[in-house]
């Protein structure tokens, strides 16, 4: 919530290894920076594992699981070195880097969206390239980050989720009027039919229930 000093604000929270992780961000009225904390609970207490990689981040956004490891996505800096997401380690209960970075324009770039499906992550938002354009979807394998080879739309790709342990994202084209997608291998399915008869103004957010997909938005 929001007091005199600041606003906090929970991001993400999680299960892993029975116990519950949550990240938050708090930012202070008399600065322009944030702070951001991630907490354990253990079914009896919360504890506080944040270190400085979490606490000095320039913005934490998802908690998710890949190869039995539990990573916190954000935008992270360690002195000169920069990167996208931190592993903990549950032995000392402390984080650290994992994998490069793709949002190299840390004022600009951004994630919007991140889900997590096939071992790898994937996240839309703003990311540049030293050598073209910008880009909206980007994928972790546990190592590297990549921008998408085949993204599933030209124009934008805005909003995933995850469907039958598949990648689904709603986006935009201007060559098409698809609005949700599914990733097939390498490849991305139309999933829209139905959708043609409605105005999709925008979607917030996917949850799968009982072999169903439903999707929250503005129709």
């Given at each position: 919530?929001?007091?005199?000093?600041?606003?906090?604000?929970?991001?993400?929270?999680?299960?892993?290894?029975?116990?519950?992780?949550?990240?938050?961000?708090?930012?202070?009225?008399?600065?322009?920076?944030?702070?951001?904390?991630?907490?354990?609970?253990?079914?009896?207490?919360?504890?506080?594992?944040?270190?400085?990689?979490?606490?000095?981040?320039?913005?934490?956004?998802?908690?998710?699981?890949?190869?039995?490891?539990?990573?916190?996505?954000?935008?992270?800096?360690?002195?000169?070195?920069?990167?996208?997401?931190?592993?903990?380690?549950?032995?000392?209960?402390?984080?650290?880097?994992?994998?490069?970075?793709?949002?190299?324009?840390?004022a600009n770039d951004n994630f919007n969206s991140l889900a997590q499906a096939n071992n790898k992550v994937?996240?839309?938002?703003?990311?540049?390239?030293?050598?073209?354009?910008?880009?909206?979807?980007?994928i972790f394998d546990g190592n590297n980050w990549e921008l998408a080879q085949f993204p599933p739309f030209?124009?934008?790709?805005?909003?995933?989720?995850?469907?039958?342990?598949?990648?689904?994202?709603?986006?935009?084209?201007?060559?098409?009027?698809?609005?949700?997608?599914?990733?097939?291998?390498?490849?991305?399915?139309?999933?829209?039919?139905?959708?043609?008869?409605?105005?999709?103004?925008?979607?917030?957010?996917?949850?799968?229930?009982?072999?169903?997909?439903?999707?929250?938005?503005?129709?």
């Amino acid at each position: 919530g929001t007091t005199e000093e600041g606003t906090f604000e929970i991001v993400d929270l999680i299960q892993f290894n029975n116990d519950v992780f949550l990240c938050a961000a708090y930012t202070s009225k008399t600065s322009s920076s944030a702070t951001n904390y991630v907490l354990k609970w253990n079914g009896e207490s919360w504890s506080n594992i944040t270190n400085s990689l979490v606490a000095n981040s320039i913005t934490i956004d998802k908690l998710v699981l890949q190869n039995n490891e539990l990573l916190c996505i954000g935008k992270f800096s360690d002195q000169d070195k920069k990167f996208n997401a931190i592993k903990y380690n549950n032995t000392n209960n402390t984080w650290n880097q994992k994998g490069n970075l793709i949002t190299r324009n840390l004022a600009n770039d951004n994630f919007n969206s991140l889900a997590q499906a096939n071992n790898k992550v994937y996240a839309t938002g703003n990311f540049t390239s030293p050598n073209s354009g910008t880009y909206s979807l980007a994928i972790f394998d546990g190592n590297n980050w990549e921008l998408a080879q085949f993204p599933p739309f030209i124009g934008e790709s805005i909003v995933l989720g995850e469907y039958k342990q598949n990648v689904v994202v709603y986006g935009k084209s201007n060559f098409t009027n698809e609005t949700i997608k599914i990733s097939s291998g390498n490849l991305w399915q139309d999933i829209s039919a139905g959708l043609q008869e409605y105005n999709v103004q925008s979607i917030n957010s996917f949850a799968e229930l009982d072999g169903s997909l439903f999707a929250v938005g503005s129709f």
